[in-house]
């Protein structure tokens, strides 16, 4: 017999403290009166509900990894840590999974594979929280096969606050008509942070992708997985610019659903000069090209006809454990570190022009510890929906990316966020420094969140921040606000406006 874990109350004496007041992001502190770890959902209902009557400040985390400071700012009186609600485990009707906004994207992999041989396109770092990838839209290594996250999303339990300050849990389903049917699609992309506080989703798929047990893709029997490392002394300006141009150019050339091509993801890791080395990940479903012919086929186009040399490893894996070689886990570097990252969403190759700059930024001067580009593999199943199908409008992109940078210490802050954004704004000079909705780009990722999109000093465009992230869905998203937290409890400098 299982004995319930009870909810735990940690305050500034507890010498827990210390390590929960800080996310992810050392740049910012998270320092409530204090934190309230609940093991129910009827937990944060009674926790939120004395919050709200008392008018203190409330926020609520799952995994810690929000790249900006929307829990800790403004100071909030008390911050739910989502991490104990972590169950996961059949829905109530049996077709289809349920599970806690606190698992990690690690636990659901390993607990979806072992007990059902299933998948779903979750992300490649293992240890971010269900409940802020799922709301910010999800996807990940198996997203140009399965698409979002939120493709498969059925249901999500929530405790919302009402006009009369009375926290209800209740829940909302795919399919269901009028307010309920508003307050699932707004957490089909719609971010963190905005509606109340989710305790589980519930997961069942569309049925061309439902091919196993629970309702869900039926994970595959093998991977094929390459690292390729390229070093720095082998990669001039003029192969730079043709690998990149060419990791753009085939994944145009395969960006529609349902082909063997989707079966295939690479994450580009274009890392500062100083780091030595350029890294590609590539996998690709066995099942689907037992020889492994389109990874070879595409690692060679990006190389053939340059100077580049690619030093590979890998090899053919059992599907977790392939899963597992790609993704990437709080370790190392970025532990303990400050950080900064931007997003963009890409239609098509970037220009040599702009590639040129990525290339010169990458080697200035800098003494960044983790500084880079990834380029991730887009399209496939991803851009099967409608723009509006989901809150998540970016329904037609072919790669996207993230730009990072990691550091130690509050006195290298001024350094390493001019290089992040003098490259940024340098790369998007010609859309006034941001990656706008155009022939080329299409916006920013909520779950990349950047507040530097907020001050046009730095987004000079004529798109405002709310366009970059979610186009025309924004509108309805504010409908979605009014209704179902009226009287803005749940709110950060980039939340939804009621």
């Given at each position: 017999?299982?004995?319930?874990?009870?909810?735990?109350?940690?305050?500034?004496?507890?010498?827990r403290?210390?390590?929960?007041?800080?996310?992810?992001?050392?740049?910012?502190?998270?320092?409530?009166?204090?934190?309230?770890?609940?093991?129910?959902?009827?937990?944060?209902?009674?926790?939120l509900?004395?919050?709200?009557?008392?008018?203190?400040?409330?926020?609520?985390?799952s995994?810690?990894?929000?790249?900006?400071?929307?829990v800790?700012?403004?100071?909030?009186?008390?911050?739910?840590?989502?991490h104990?609600?972590?169950?996961?485990?059949?829905?109530?009707?049996?077709?289809?999974?349920?599970?806690?906004?606190?698992?990690?994207?690690?636990?659901?992999?390993?607990?979806?594979?072992?007990?059902?041989?299933?998948?779903?396109?979750?992300?490649?770092?293992?240890?971010?929280?269900?409940?802020?990838?799922?709301?910010?839209?999800?996807?990940?290594?198996?997203?140009?096969q399965?698409?979002?996250?939120?493709?498969h999303?059925?249901?999500?339990?929530?405790?919302?606050?009402?006009?009369?300050?009375?926290?209800?849990?209740?829940?909302?389903?795919?399919?269901?008509?009028?307010?309920?049917?508003?307050?699932?699609?707004?957490?089909?992309?719609?971010?963190?942070?905005?509606?109340?506080?989710?305790?589980?989703?519930?997961?069942?798929?569309?049925?061309?992708?439902?091919?196993?047990?629970?309702?869900?893709?039926?994970?595959?029997?093998?991977?094929?997985?390459?690292?390729?490392?390229?070093?720095w002394?082998?990669?001039?300006?003029?192969?730079?610019?043709?690998?990149?141009?060419r990791?753009?150019e085939?994944?145009?050339?395969?960006?529609?659903?349902?082909?063997?091509?989707?079966?295939?993801?690479?994450?580009?890791?274009?890392?500062?000069?100083?780091?030595?080395?350029?890294?590609?990940?590539?996998?690709?479903?066995?099942?689907?090209?037992?020889?492994?012919?389109?990874?070879?086929?595409?690692?060679?186009?990006?190389?053939?006809?340059?100077?580049?040399?690619?030093?590979?490893?890998?090899?053919?894996?059992?599907?977790?454990?392939?899963?597992?070689?790609?993704?990437?886990?709080?370790?190392?570097?970025?532990?303990?570190?400050?950080?900064?990252?931007?997003?963009?969403?890409?239609?098509?190759?970037?220009?040599?022009?702009?590639?040129?700059?990525?290339?010169?930024?990458?080697?200035?001067d800098?003494?960044?510890?983790?500084?880079?580009?990834?380029?991730?593999?887009?399209?496939?199943?991803?851009?099967?929906?409608?723009?509006?199908?989901?809150?998540?409008?970016?329904?037609?992109?072919?790669?996207?990316?993230?730009?990072?940078?990691?550091?130690?210490?509050?006195?290298?802050?001024?350094?390493?966020?001019?290089?992040?954004?003098?490259?940024?704004?340098?790369?998007?000079?010609?859309?006034?420094?941001?990656?706008?909705?155009?022939?080329r780009?299409d916006?920013?990722?909520?779950?990349?969140?950047?507040?530097?999109?907020?001050?046009?000093v730095?987004?000079?465009?004529?798109?405002?921040?709310?366009?970059l992230y979610?186009?025309?869905?924004?509108?309805?998203?504010r409908?979605?606000?009014?209704?179902?937290?009226?009287?803005?409890i749940?709110?950060?400098?980039?939340?939804?406006?009621?």
């Open positions: 017999m299982t004995v319930p874990i009870p909810p735990l109350t940690v305050d500034r004496t507890d010498p403290y210390v390590e929960l007041s800080h996310s992810d992001n050392h740049r910012f502190a998270v320092e409530p009166e204090i934190f309230f770890l609940p093991s129910t959902p009827d937990d944060v209902v009674g926790a509900q004395k919050a709200v009557t008392e008018g203190r400040g409330v926020a609520c985390r995994g810690g990894h929000c790249g900006q400071d929307f800790g700012s403004p100071r909030r009186d008390l911050v739910l840590d989502l104990n609600l972590n169950v996961v485990g059949p829905t109530t009707d049996g077709h289809g999974v349920r599970v806690g906004a606190g698992a990690t994207v690690d636990q659901v992999q390993k607990a979806l594979y072992r007990r059902w041989n299933a998948a779903l396109p979750l992300g490649a770092c293992s240890a971010v929280g269900m409940g802020g990838l799922v709301a910010g839209g999800g996807y990940g290594p198996l997203s140009r399965l698409g979002l996250v939120v493709d999303l059925d249901a999500v339990e929530i405790a919302v606050v009402d006009e009369s300050r009375t926290v209800r849990l209740v829940t909302a389903r795919a399919g269901d008509p009028g307010d309920l049917g508003e307050l699932f699609w707004a957490h089909t992309g719609g971010g963190g942070g905005n509606f109340g506080v989710v305790t589980a989703y519930e997961f069942r798929s569309p049925e061309h992708l439902a091919t196993g047990t629970m309702g869900l893709p039926r994970a595959s029997s093998r991977m094929h997985v390459q690292k390729v490392v390229y070093p002394a082998a990669m001039d300006e003029a192969n730079f610019v043709t690998v990149m141009r990791f753009f085939w994944h145009e050339r395969h960006a529609e659903p349902g082909t063997p091509e989707s079966s295939l993801f690479a994450t580009f890791f274009v890392n500062h000069s100083s780091q030595g080395i350029l890294q590609l990940m590539v996998q690709q479903d066995a099942d689907v090209d037992p020889e492994g012919r389109i990874l070879d086929e595409f690692v060679a186009f990006l190389t053939e006809g340059t100077g580049a040399v690619g030093i590979p490893r890998g090899g053919v894996m059992s599907w977790l454990t392939g899963t597992r070689y790609m993704s990437q886990a709080d370790c190392g570097d970025v532990m303990g570190a400050r950080s900064a990252s931007k997003s963009a969403y890409h239609r098509a190759a970037p220009t040599d022009e702009q590639l040129a700059v990525l290339h010169r930024h990458l080697h200035l800098h003494p960044g510890q983790a500084s880079y580009v990834m380029f991730n593999s887009y399209g496939g199943e991803i851009n099967r929906r409608a723009p509006s199908d989901t809150v998540v409008p970016q329904r037609d992109s072919v790669v996207k990316s993230s730009w990072f940078t990691a550091w130690q210490g509050a006195e290298m802050d001024g350094t390493q966020l001019g290089w992040l954004r003098g490259l940024y704004q340098e790369f998007f000079a010609g859309t006034g420094g941001v990656p706008v909705t155009g022939d780009t916006g920013c990722y909520i779950n990349y969140p950047d507040i530097d999109l907020l001050d046009p730095h987004n000079r465009s004529q798109q405002p921040w709310h366009h979610y186009k025309d869905n924004y509108a309805r998203l409908a979605a606000k009014r209704l179902w937290d009226p009287l803005n749940f709110h950060h400098s980039m939340s939804i406006e009621p």
